[in-house]
């Protein structure tokens, strides 16, 4: 059949920290070609999919040259005249091939680049956009995005203790306004900023690079910047946080550098639930570290039903673990990113898990990042409701907004942007 795969290529790349990445190139019979670029993360969950670096003194121990030797040498062979149609075959020999379950032999890097340059093949055979070979006949949203405006924890140097302090416009009505309300918000930030005199540069992801004196502090110049911008707070725009608390702690307490040092799990449950009530805050990601469920409970127990809790690092796009939380009730929405879990067949199976129980679902970029879109489509095409790449700047970034505007533009009259819909249960319903 012309769908077969008939090459499979590994080469190195750069992502958005100057650091080598590994792309594939799959070829099938057919001429169709698809490629896909790893991502990689700075704060990282202990169970999540393990990229193989060289180790060593070159690239300060981020080299690839074992992954992409590994394409060549393992996963070429292995995968080569199966149908490109068939990704859940492809993804289970490549599983069967790593044979460890965290991806660690092969390494994450190179079977989720693999993973997804097979399906862009599939994609390009069937001559469709990603997100409509996806679809199949399905009607799907144009995700709301989720846009960082100040980077803090492990993407700025520890400005701030929270990692990412984003915005979100769910009354937008598409995903251009969206991104135009965003873009009046980052700016009257930078001039808050740079007036007050916090402004530090840029984080990882595109954000501000902030030096406030606490994370309160962010939060006020954030929800001034919303004001200043000339929309309403809470109204137009709503913050999201996330506070990526796997690096602050865990269960026997956590450390605020900005504000009152070492809390106990208990009381850094109580402080996030108090913000919550301070600010209009829409969204919160891992309020609390990834073996610390009953903080995460607590706070989706006190606020869930009004702000979408999001499991990233207590997850790992692992379905599995989903359906563990879902037990739980740890939290009311899941983070999914395909190189966390190793393939799109699994971060797949960890999306319908989460929206089986009703849960709001979030694709998400990586701090490492490069001009790669798949994400874009995964998150139309799967009808995922929510986008989040960082933020309103950085080509990485722009890269995958612009594509979604591509995507909306060629939907027409039939884009229909998820806004409230996006969220969990009494969540969209309270917030509209």
């Known amino acids: 059949m012309t769908s077969h795969i008939a090459s499979v290529t590994g080469r190195q790349l750069w992502d958005s920290r100057g650091r080598p990445t590994v792309e594939a190139e799959v070829v099938l019979a057919s001429g169709a070609i698809g490629r896909a670029i790893a991502p990689a993360g700075a704060s ?7 990229d193989l670096r060289d180790g060593g003194a070159a ?16 996963i070429a062979p292995a995968i080569a005249g199966m149908d490109a149609h068939d990704q859940a075959a492809v993804d289970a ?8 379950p965290n991806k660690a032999r092969l390494g994450a890097n190179a079977v989720v680049a693999a993973s997804m340059a097979v399906l862009h093949a599939a994609a390009a055979d069937a001559r469709l956009p990603l997100w409509r070979y996806l679809a199949g006949d399905a009607t799907v949203r144009v995700p709301l995005p989720e846009i960082q405006i100040f980077g803090g924890g492990a993407h700025a140097g520890r400005r701030t ?10 009354k937008a009505g598409s995903f251009r306004r969206a991104l135009e309300i965003t873009d009046d918000v980052y700016r009257a930030a930078g001039k808050l900023m740079e007036a007050k005199g916090p402004l530090s540069g840029v984080a990882d992801e595109g954000g501000w690079w902030p030096n406030f004196a606490s994370n309160e502090d962010a939060l006020d110049t954030l929800t001034k910047a919303i004001e200043a911008s000339g929309h309403r707070p809470g109204e137009d ?12 702690g865990d269960a026997s307490g956590y450390s605020l550098a900005l504000d009152d040092g070492r ?18 805050i829409l969204s919160i990601e891992d309020p609390a570290g990834q073996d610390d469920w009953a903080a995460m409970a607590a706070v989706t127990a006190a606020i869930g039903e009004r702000v979408q809790i999001i499991g990233d690092d207590v997850l790992v796009t692992n379905a599995e673990r989903v359906e563990r939380a879902a037990e739980a009730a740890v939290c009311n929405a899941a983070l999914i990113k395909v190189n966390q879990v190793g393939t799109v067949t699994e971060a797949k199976a960890a999306l319908d898990a989460a929206t ?25 095409g799967w009808n995922a409701g929510q986008l989040k790449v960082g933020s309103f700047t950085r080509s990485e970034r722009m890269a995958k907004w612009n594509e979604m505007l591509r995507i909306e533009e060629t939907m027409g009259a039939d884009a229909v942007f998820a806004g409230f819909s996006a969220f969990a249960g009494a969540i969209g319903r309270v917030a509209a």
């Open 44 to 50: 990282r969950g202990a169970h999540e999919a393990i």
């Open 59 to 74: 690239f300060g121990g981020y080299g690839v040259a074992r992954a992409v030797a590994g394409i060549g040498a393992e």
């Open 93 to 100: 020999a490549l599983c069967a091939l790593d044979g460890t």
């Open 161 to 170: 203790d929270v990692q990412d302090f984003m915005v979100m416009c769910p």
């Open 237 to 248: 725009v709503f913050i999201s946080l996330d506070i990526a608390a796997n690096e602050l």
């Open 263 to 280: 809390l106990t799990s208990e009381a850094m449950a109580s402080r996030i639930v108090e913000w919550a009530g301070r600010y209009p």
């Open 356 to 380: 089986a129980r009703g849960w709001g679902a979030i694709v998400s970029a990586r701090s490492g990042e490069s001009e790669d879109v798949t994400i874009a489509h995964l998150a139309t």
